[in-house]
């Protein structure tokens, strides 16, 4: 029986099943919840408010279904709520209906039929993952004088989001100009995954005829609007190039979350030239500025998901939480000091499923 449970279980107490069913159920709601008219909810009587929520929320699950297994749901519930019906006829004769191994069969028919759909969909998505893994390096690359280290936990299998760290023109003591890159693409899963496979290939090509960081961006921004559906599939963008040599960064912020720059005496700047973001207008001029590094000094790139990420009560990290604990980052590796932002963050969700991607990373000069 031990064994049966630890099977079952995978090895978990039961706090921590509690606690990722909790998780689940909440994130269901949420889900099912986007399809509920919330004002016009707000507008009844307290007293029925709970009945229509419970009503548009069966509505959302049901209209999810394929017209097949909406039928056999309504037949499912009929057939439970006929159990137990009593019909008396005459003085003697007594009739009691009884449906529920059929109904419990049927659901268990539903069960399967979903779950099924399930295990592909998520075969499918986890070699889109893998897929996608390849488009990002897996370990940094060898930085003169700096470390580097990043980190990405996509929403769901796949992710929208995009990072970066390559020497556009290889050389073989590692020296030059180092380009560091960090993305989001606008929407979730499957699609904004497209997207970000074609911006990194984009930008890989360009980067590589070595034109100057404007000409990246201006290119990557007239590829981007004449893919992105009226400025519906826009990408933000944070784009810079490194001086090994001089430490100085050049950089354009194409409507992207303004990193943090925590300087060695504990000042803290954040880079914000640049312009909106890639995909909106085709004729977009883009500024850039140049920032002079030392030694001690830690820049943090990093996405929304990050300072949008909430709790179980749902309050958000917030850039004003995501600034004081950069503030605080250890003198120590790029590593070490994304361990520890990573941990603060993680610390504050706890088990709640997030609804967007979280990446973050970070260079520090040695």
Same mark, same amino acid.
């Given at each position: $029986?031990?064994?049966?449970?630890?099977?079952?279980?995978?090895?978990?107490?039961?706090?921590?099943?509690?606690?990722?069913?909790?998780?689940?159920?909440? &994130?269901?709601?949420?889900?099912?919840?986007?399809?509920?008219?919330?004002?016009?909810?707000?507008?009844?009587? #307290?007293?029925?408010?709970?009945?229509?929520?419970?009503?548009?929320? !069966?509505?959302?699950?049901?209209?999810?279904?394929?017209?097949?297994?909406?039928?056999?749901?309504?037949?499912?519930?009929? $057939?439970?709520?006929?159990?137990?019906?009593?019909?008396?006829?005459?003085?003697?004769?007594?009739?009691?209906?009884? !449906?529920?191994?059929?109904?419990? $069969?049927?659901?268990?028919?539903?069960?399967?039929?979903?779950?099924?759909?399930?295990? @592909?969909?998520?075969?499918d998505?986890?070699?889109?993952?893998?897929?996608?893994?390849?488009?990002?390096?897996?370990?940094?690359?060898?930085?003169?004088?700096?470390? /580097?280290?990043?980190a990405?936990?996509?929403?769901?299998?796949?992710?929208?989001?995009?990072?970066?760290a390559?020497?556009? /023109?290889? +050389?073989?003591?590692?020296?030059?100009?180092?380009? *560091?890159?960090?993305?989001?693409?606008?929407?979730?899963?499957?699609?904004? &995954?497209?997207?970000?496979?074609?911006?990194?290939?984009?930008?890989?090509? /360009?980067?590589g005829?070595?034109?100057? *960081?404007?000409?990246?961006?201006?290119? *990557?921004?007239?590829?981007?609007?004449?893919?992105?559906?009226?400025?519906?599939?826009?990408?933000t &963008?944070?784009?810079?190039?490194?001086? @090994?040599?001089?430490?100085?960064? +050049?950089?354009?912020?194409?409507?992207?979350?303004?990193?943090?720059?925590?300087?060695?005496?504990?000042?803290?700047?954040?880079?914000?030239?640049?312009?909106?973001?890639?995909?909106?207008?085709?004729?977009?001029?883009?500024?850039q500025?140049?920032?002079?590094?030392?030694?001690?000094?830690? *820049?943090?790139?990093? +996405?929304?998901?990050?300072?949008?990420?909430?709790?179980?009560?749902g309050?958000?990290?917030?850039?004003? #939480?995501?600034?004081?604990?950069?503030?605080?980052?250890?003198?120590?590796?790029?590593?070490?000091?994304?361990?520890?932002?990573?941990?603060?963050?993680?610390?504050?969700?706890?088990? @709640?499923?997030?609804?967007?991607?979280? +990446?973050?990373?970070?260079?520090?000069?040695?």
């Amino acid at each position: $029986m031990g064994t049966l449970w630890q099977r079952i279980s995978e090895g978990r107490q039961l706090d921590e099943l509690w606690g990722q069913f909790t998780a689940d159920a909440r &994130a269901s709601y949420g889900f099912y919840g986007k399809d509920v008219n919330w004002e016009e909810i707000e507008k009844l009587p #307290r007293w029925r408010r709970p009945f229509r929520v419970t009503k548009e929320i !069966f509505w959302a699950l049901l209209m999810k279904l394929s017209a097949a297994r909406r039928v056999l749901l309504i037949i499912a519930l009929v $057939m439970l709520f006929l159990s137990g019906l009593h019909v008396n006829v005459g003085d003697q004769a007594r009739f009691e209906i009884n !449906f529920e191994l059929l109904a419990a $069969m049927i659901f268990l028919l539903l069960l399967s039929l979903e779950l099924a759909d399930k295990v @592909t969909m998520k075969r499918d998505l986890e070699i889109a993952r893998e897929i996608q893994t390849w488009l990002v390096p897996s370990q940094p690359p060898a930085v003169p004088n700096a470390t /580097i280290a990043f980190a990405t936990r996509p929403q769901n299998s796949v992710a929208g989001d995009y990072y970066d760290a390559f020497y556009p /023109i290889a +050389t073989p003591d590692a020296n030059g100009k180092l380009m *560091l890159v960090i993305a989001d693409v606008a929407g979730k899963s499957v699609p904004a &995954a497209l997207l970000m496979a074609t911006f990194q290939a984009s930008l890989r090509t /360009i980067a590589g005829e070595g034109v100057s *960081l404007a000409e990246i961006v201006a290119r *990557l921004n007239r590829y981007a609007s004449a893919h992105s559906l009226d400025g519906r599939r826009f990408t933000t &963008a944070f784009l810079a190039e490194y001086d @090994t040599e001089s430490r100085a960064l +050049t950089y354009v912020n194409a409507g992207h979350n303004a990193p943090v720059l925590r300087r060695k005496s504990g000042a803290i700047e954040r880079l914000e030239t640049g312009g909106v973001p890639l995909g909106i207008d085709s004729q977009s001029v883009f500024e850039q500025a140049t920032v002079q590094l030392a030694p001690g000094d830690t *820049l943090v790139f990093f +996405t929304d998901g990050v300072v949008e990420a909430f709790n179980d009560k749902g309050e958000e990290f917030g850039d004003k #939480r995501w600034v004081e604990t950069i503030s605080y980052l250890p003198d120590n590796n790029a590593q070490e000091a994304l361990d520890f932002v990573m941990r603060r963050v993680d610390a504050f969700v706890g088990a @709640t499923h997030q609804s967007d991607d979280i +990446t973050c990373m970070v260079l520090r000069c040695v």
